[in-house]
């Protein structure tokens, strides 16, 4: 009796470097070389082709298949940034745009393109406007409405207001939700369309350097997030934004100017506000019951006073505030017992402070550079961040720490030792690193620290951070040594192991297809030693040189340690 054929042919490939043969089926190559991406639903790909920001890169996804052309005519999210037509052979590389047939033509393009800019030599700014003209007129016909519609213009912007004012108004036109201009022009502000205050279906407006009138009607039914930078506002524009907008979930003021008093009330769905002073505020005043984030970055002359008494269900909190004492320091913490993440920065006027609470999960103290005395009290307090030239920490009761990082500047060892073994026995790992040295212990007894000069210090219970730990350094500083202790079991002796100590004869290929090489690229060498005052074979104690074939890619007055918001 024959047997009968399977459907799918195996064929025989062999592994040379293993000398085994492996079976691999048509069915399994044809899985291996399936465009698995273009079957992803339809909205993840509008999701990703939102991530491309230059006008090549999208133009390259349409012509990927039939399928990615048809999502690109039904993409509802336009960006135009003028910083793509800014260097000086741009104009060449749109020498392709070419304005569309007359019956295909705005009226302002009709109107003003010839008269304004036909006559003068201004190539870059003629393409920037071929460009969106020709998208705005072969892809908004189709779309009922669209979501997002991004215009960011940086030079000779008074030309391109009429045409601005189009396009804006095109957008609104069709129900956009997502709005975005940003209009960087020298001694005066665009003023936006009054269409854009009185759309029904605005649900994000974002503004830098646009003007907006004290006597603008403002009414945004449906608007959940403001963001106005850079602008001259008053307390009326606020006000008129506050009355007419009463959905906004998340307000921020970044570096304004032309108002002395901010208070803002009648916003019951507030959940986050931020403000970055730019000139001399006298007061914020809020009154948001369900505001759960603030972050106030003052000048460092500011003088502000923070009025948040209304706003008990506070969650995270950030301050960078100048002139902020104890007392007024001690006064706002007791208004939110909830808070679970605080951030001070270059509060340089704070001498001593207690915190007391059984729900701050993350705490960082960042630049305070005359705290004196810190009391901590947070037993659920999970993660803690220092940056400072001394540790003023006189009792710290957190009992459930996973993370603790430290940046000092100049440090007694004793002082830093005494505070690390406060962790010893919690099953901590040590990472300490400066820009020339490296020193890892996931063993800490016995510990005996270098000699200190500014180095980051981080303590963590996770295996995994220590070796993201590890190669984010290596990537950032090349320093010249590694020194680690550890067992023999450890997973950060196998990464040791395969990236520094075997590395690859042959330029690894991790990264052939970026410009911007990793670390391992750049590793020339590794000298292997013993630590000398290693006392056992079960944990061993190693130092390694490293020669890199260029220095290290950053800067050397840049920090080693990111400041981060408070938001994850």
Same mark, same amino acid.
């Given at each position: 009796?024959?047997?009968?054929?399977?459907?799918?042919?195996?064929?025989?490939?062999?592994?040379?470097?293993?000398g085994k043969m492996t079976e691999i089926t048509n069915t399994?190559?044809?899985?291996?070389?399936?465009?698995?991406?273009?079957?992803?639903?339809?909205?993840?790909l509008h999701h990703i082709l939102c991530l491309l920001r230059?006008?090549?890169?999208?133009?390259?996804?349409?012509?990927?298949?039939?399928?990615?052309?048809?999502?690109?005519?039904?993409?509802?999210?336009?960006?135009?940034?003028?910083?793509?037509?800014?260097?000086?052979?741009?104009?060449?590389?749109?020498?392709?745009?070419?304005?569309?047939?007359?019956?295909?033509?705005?009226?302002?393009?009709?109107?003003?393109?010839?008269?304004?800019?036909?006559?003068?030599? &201004? #190539?870059? *700014? $003629? /393409? +920037?406007? =071929?460009? !969106?003209?020709?998208?705005?007129?072969?892809?908004?016909?189709? &779309? #009922?409405? *669209? $979501? /997002? +519609?991004? =215009?960011? !213009?940086?030079?000779?912007?008074?030309?391109?207001?009429?045409?601005?004012?189009?396009?804006?108004?095109?957008?609104?036109?069709?129900?956009?939700?997502?709005?975005?201009?940003?209009?960087?022009?020298?001694?005066?502000?665009?003023?936006?369309?009054?269409?854009?205050?009185?759309?029904?279906?605005?649900?994000?407006?974002?503004?830098?350097?646009?003007?907006?009138?004290?006597?603008?009607?403002?009414?945004?039914?449906?608007?959940?997030?403001?963001?106005?930078?850079?602008?001259?506002?008053?307390?009326?524009?606020?006000?008129?934004?506050?009355?007419?907008?009463?959905?906004?979930?998340?307000?921020?003021?970044?570096?304004?100017?032309?108002?002395?008093?901010?208070?803002?009330?009648?916003?019951?769905?507030?959940?986050?506000?931020?403000?970055?002073?730019?000139?001399?505020?006298?007061?914020?005043?809020?009154?948001?019951?369900?505001?759960?984030?603030?972050?106030?970055?003052?000048?460092?002359?500011?003088?502000?006073?923070?009025?948040?008494?209304?706003?008990?269900?506070?969650?995270?909190?950030?301050?960078?505030?100048?002139?902020?004492?104890?007392?007024?320091?001690?006064?706002?913490?007791?208004?939110?017992?909830?808070?679970?993440?605080?951030?001070?920065?270059?509060?340089?006027?704070?001498?001593?402070?207690?915190?007391?609470?059984?729900?701050?999960?993350?705490?960082?103290?960042?630049?305070?550079?005359?705290?004196?005395?810190?009391?901590?009290?947070?037993?659920?307090?999970?993660?803690?961040?220092?940056?400072?030239?001394?540790?003023?920490?006189?009792?710290?009761?957190?009992?459930?720490?996973?993370?603790?990082?430290?940046?000092?500047?100049?440090?007694?060892?004793?002082?830093?030792?005494?505070?690390?073994?406060?962790?010893?026995?919690?099953?901590?790992?040590?990472?300490?690193?400066?820009?020339?040295?490296?020193?890892?212990?996931?063993?800490?007894?016995?510990?005996?620290?270098?000699?200190?000069g500014a180095y980051k210090i981080q303590l963590t219970k996770?295996?995994?951070?220590?070796?993201?730990?590890?190669?984010?350094?290596?990537?950032?500083?090349?320093?010249?040594?590694?020194?680690?202790?550890?067992?023999?079991?450890?997973?950060?002796?196998?990464?040791?192991?395969?990236?520094?100590?075997?590395?690859?004869?042959?330029?690894?290929?991790?990264?052939?297809?970026?410009?911007?090489?990793?670390?391992?690229?750049?590793?020339?060498?590794?000298?292997?030693?013993?630590?000398?005052?290693?006392?056992?074979?079960?944990?061993?104690?190693?130092?390694?040189?490293?020669?890199?074939?260029?220095?290290?890619?950053?800067?050397?007055?840049?920090?080693?340690?990111?400041?981060?918001?408070?938001?994850?």
């Amino acid at each position: 009796m024959k047997k009968r054929k399977r459907k799918g042919k195996t064929q025989r490939k062999v592994n040379r470097k293993k000398g085994k043969m492996t079976e691999i089926t048509n069915t399994d190559e044809r899985a291996l070389n399936a465009d698995r991406i273009s079957e992803l639903p339809e909205h993840i790909l509008h999701h990703i082709l939102c991530l491309l920001r230059w006008p090549a890169d999208l133009a390259r996804a349409s012509i990927l298949s039939k399928k990615w052309k048809v999502i690109w005519e039904s993409f509802t999210s336009f960006y135009f940034d003028q910083r793509h037509f800014q260097c000086v052979n741009a104009a060449d590389k749109w020498d392709h745009l070419q304005p569309l047939p007359v019956e295909k033509q705005s009226s302002i393009f009709k109107q003003v393109f010839e008269e304004s800019l036909g006559g003068v030599e &201004l #190539p870059l *700014i $003629q /393409k +920037f406007i =071929l460009f !969106v003209e020709n998208t705005l007129a072969t892809r908004l016909d189709q &779309l #009922p409405s *669209i $979501q /997002k +519609f991004r =215009l960011h !213009v940086f030079f000779s912007v008074h030309l391109l207001v009429p045409f601005m004012n189009h396009w804006i108004s095109v957008a609104t036109d069709k129900n956009v939700n997502e709005l975005d201009i940003h209009a960087k022009m020298d001694g005066k502000f665009y003023s936006l369309p009054e269409v854009v205050f009185t759309s029904r279906t605005i649900t994000s407006l974002k503004l830098y350097g646009c003007g907006v009138g004290d006597s603008t009607a403002i009414i945004l039914p449906n608007l959940r997030e403001l963001s106005m930078k850079a602008m001259r506002i008053n307390e009326n524009i606020v006000h008129n934004f506050v009355q007419g907008c009463p959905l906004i979930e998340d307000m921020r003021l970044i570096n304004c100017y032309g108002f002395k008093f901010l208070h803002v009330s009648s916003l019951p769905k507030l959940n986050k506000f931020e403000v970055h002073e730019r000139s001399s505020l006298r007061s914020v005043k809020l009154e948001a019951p369900n505001l759960e984030t603030f972050l106030f970055h003052g000048k460092k002359s500011s003088r502000c006073k923070l009025i948040l008494a209304g706003c008990g269900n506070l969650k995270n909190l950030t301050l960078k505030h100048g002139h902020m004492a104890d007392k007024s320091f001690h006064e706002h913490i007791s208004h939110f017992p909830l808070l679970e993440k605080l951030f001070l920065l270059e509060c340089h006027t704070l001498h001593r402070i207690t915190i007391l609470s059984d729900k701050l999960k993350k705490l960082s103290l960042v630049r305070c550079h005359k705290l004196k005395e810190a009391n901590i009290d947070a037993p659920n307090l999970l993660s803690f961040e220092y940056t400072g030239a001394e540790l003023p920490f006189s009792s710290m009761n957190a009992s459930r720490l996973q993370e603790v990082k430290l940046h000092l500047k100049s440090q007694k060892q004793k002082l830093v030792h005494k505070f690390i073994e406060g962790f010893d026995g919690k099953g901590f790992k040590l990472f300490l690193a400066s820009k020339q040295d490296v020193n890892i212990y996931e063993e800490l007894r016995g510990l005996h620290l270098p000699h200190f000069g500014a180095y980051k210090i981080q303590l963590t219970k996770s295996a995994s951070m220590v070796e993201n730990l590890l190669n984010s350094h290596l990537r950032d500083f090349h320093p010249k040594t590694l020194t680690l202790k550890t067992s023999l079991t450890s997973d950060l002796l196998v990464f040791i192991q395969e990236k520094i100590l075997n590395k690859e004869k042959t330029p690894p290929s991790c990264c052939k297809y970026y410009s911007k090489k990793c670390w391992q690229h750049y590793l020339e060498g590794v000298k292997m030693s013993l630590f000398p005052n290693a006392s056992s074979a079960e944990n061993p104690s190693m130092f390694l040189e490293l020669k890199w074939s260029e220095p290290s890619p950053l800067p050397e007055d840049v920090e080693i340690t990111e400041l981060t918001d408070i938001d994850e």
